[in-house]
């Protein structure tokens, strides 16, 4: 009873419906229309949960899914045709041709995003029957391809197909299902909420995308062989239809694009209405008519689709307890877990020079905001980057993770140039950052945001369970040493500002970094915190991680960092200790200002914990 209770309301209902759908031809066998309607929501379901792992989980939508089915469908029609071999055996080479297809494709279309990438698809939908009407050698063109009838007994009727198309359908689920809990899963709604973000967290975009792309189109491909045999006849119109397309995105949007069963559900939402339509409405226009105004309801009141929006309104009426953490009792830790890199390489000795930024410059029309900058970080220090707002401060970090590529100059991390490198190799490199206002992937929990990033490109770290296994349990032991393990299956969005701070943080030491770019790390975090805080990051120091600071809260950057370079106008002006920064004349004139030089070492207006009250409310 323990562990039923353990298992998810969901899983539960879904296994329910999975027993009454399995038992269904057995108690009503003789009627094979109610079998037809639920075969063909079975294959909807296929399409909609193979088209939400590309479209749901990356957020990269596509209106010509339904080219996947007509490409299974020839393949193992044209097959079965001229060797004589049944379709059921065969229907999985439907899915292999799918999968290729998807691979040459996704690795041009891909590229795009957005409008671009829908026009593409529907495009290549419609080329695709195109070359169904014209390769008549293969195709017989227009005349379709007609197949031998099934083989068993006519009293069956629709009971085979009913049940294939339901195994077909439990095995794309369950597929979904494991690549969610992925890191390729992870990645994927990574893309989705932040695509630059992801990259910048050792995220493969391409090959993430192709590979979820190529994914998508497996199981459609197997059923559209299974579907041929069902039809027993093929033909291009029918295979390679827009109104297939529709329909799938339909399923997804109205179950809930995204989720595991609102796919699904959508599918047998979907195709009842569809049947309905056709019966009671007088054919296939009206079908159409109401598939038209369901995009309309689902867009405009239901934008979610129904399922999120029965949890959302579950969880409004049933509201979790949150428990509140600790964080200064948590931050005040002194031990911080620093795993050595899964691919070990020379590590610069402690003084040697570990970034190098050589004469990089980068304009926006007539604005220079980095000109002709130098910039050396050493490893084992702790690095500020201060200077005025509007000074190329970000723009520089931006340049050096791969954000944005220089005009000129180069840039050299542990002895290699990567400027000319994606910003998740460099990620891979050892190269983390945070950015100035946080970019997590709100969508996900704070688990997910923690296991998500990538410290190598193999494909057993892609394909890693994040949820159980050692990712997750590093995650689990990076959120405790920031003090949000509490919070770890709560969704990133829900934090407060400074909580989703510490996430950053935790999220780039998943990376196993050599060099941390922090770009204002106190901004938003109590300033009660800010030494603990500080101790953590000294503590990450210690352990061998280097640290280039960009913050305003200058007396933290004089007790923190050595060295400290001054930024202005694009280009450093000053470079030593604290001791010698907060004197130079050229840095009081064009930053700190005369105040600076007219107090002691805690600087103007300071509380005697090293925080001004400019400072405070900067990071309040």
């Known amino acids: 009873m323990t562990r039923l209770k353990a298992i998810p309301r969901a899983h539960l209902i879904a296994g329910l419906c999975l027993v009454a759908l399995l038992v269904y031809p057995v108690i009503n066998p003789w009627q094979p229309y109610p079998q037809a309607v639920m075969l063909l929501a079975f294959l909807l379901a296929v399409q909609a949960s193979s088209w939400n792992i590309i479209s749901g989980y990356a957020g ?37 041709t799918a999968v290729v297809v998807a691979v040459l494709i996704g690795s041009v279309v891909l590229r795009t995003r957005g409008h671009a990438f829908v026009i593409i698809t529907i495009a290549m939908l419609l080329a695709a029957q195109i070359l169904a009407v014209n390769f008549k050698s293969f195709t017989k063109g227009s005349d379709g391809i007609t197949l031998d009838l099934p083989f068993w007994d006519r009293d069956f009727q629709n009971i085979p197909f009913y049940y294939a198309f339901l195994i077909l359908m439990v095995l794309t689920v369950l597929f979904s299902a494991w690549i969610r809990r992925t890191k390729l899963g992870t990645g994927l709604v990574a893309i989705r909420e932040d695509e630059g973000k992801a990259a910048s967290i050792g995220v493969d ?7 979820g792309y190529a994914a998508s189109s497996f199981f459609i491909g197997v059923a559209g062989g299974v579907y041929a045999y069902y039809l027993t006849f093929i033909n291009p119109v029918g295979s390679f239809a827009i109104l297939g397309s529709v329909t799938i995105v339909l399923a997804a ?5 995204g989720t595991l069963y609102g796919p699904v559900i959508g599918a047998f939402i979907v195709q009842v209405v569809s049947e309905a339509a056709t019966v009671y409405g007088g054919g296939g226009n009206a079908r159409v008519l109401v598939f038209g105004l369901a995009l309309m309801v689902v867009v405009l009141f ?20 949150v428990e509140y953490t600790d964080q200064a009792g948590a931050l005040s830790r002194t031990r911080v877990a620093v795993r050595e890199r899964t691919e070990p390489s020379p590590a610069p000795a402690q003084g040697e020079v570990l970034l190098d930024v050589r004469g990089v410059s980068k304009r926006f029309g007539g604005l220079t905001a980095v000109d002709n900058a130098d910039l050396t970080v050493r490893q084992g220090t702790i690095t500020a980057l201060i200077g005025p707002n509007g000074s190329g401060k970000t723009t520089l970090f931006n340049l050096i993770s791969g954000g944005m590529q220089a005009d000129s100059g180069e840039i050299w991390f542990d002895g290699r140039r990567i400027d000319g490198l994606r910003p998740w190799t460099r990620g891979h490199l050892g190269l983390g950052r945070t950015f100035q206002v946080t970019r997590l992937f709100k969508e996900m929990t704070v688990q997910e945001n923690v296991v998500a990033p990538l410290p190598d490109s193999r494909w057993r770290t892609m394909l890693s369970d994040a949820v159980h296994g050692h990712e997750a349990a590093r995650a689990r032991e990076l959120l405790d040493t920031v003090g949000l393990g509490r919070f770890a299956d709560q969704p990133a969005g829900a934090l407060s500002y400074g909580q989703q701070k510490l996430v950053e943080l935790a999220q780039v030491l998943m990376l196993e970094p050599k060099l941390i770019l922090l770009d204002e790390p106190a901004g938003g975090v109590n300033p009660s915190l800010l030494g603990r805080l500080t101790e953590v990051i000294r503590e990450l120091n210690r352990s061998g991680v280097t640290f280039l600071v960009v913050e305003h809260n200058i007396p933290l950057v004089l007790d923190l960092c050595d060295p400290v370079v001054v930024f202005s106008h694009g280009a450093p002006i000053a ?28 600087g103007p207006g300071d509380n005697g914990h090293g925080t001004t009250a400019a400072a405070r409310e900067a990071v309040q």
């Open 60 to 96: 990269y939508i596509s209106l010509g899914h339904s080219m996947f089915l007509g490409l299974g469908s020839y393949t193992v029609g044209i097959v079965a045709a001229r060797w004589g071999v049944n379709p059921l055996w065969i229907a999985p080479l439907g899915g292999v």
């Open 205 to 211: 975009t391409t090959r993430f995308k192709i590979v």
């Open 253 to 257: 949007l109205v179950g809930g694009r």
């Open 302 to 321: 239901l934008p979610k689709g129904i399922l999120p929006t029965v949890q959302a309104w579950w969880r409004a009426r049933h509201p979790e307890k």
């Open 575 to 602: 470079e030593g200790p604290p001791s010698r920064i907060r004197t130079d004349p050229v840095v009081l004139d064009a930053y700190l200002g005369d105040d600076w030089a007219d107090h002691g070492e805690d």
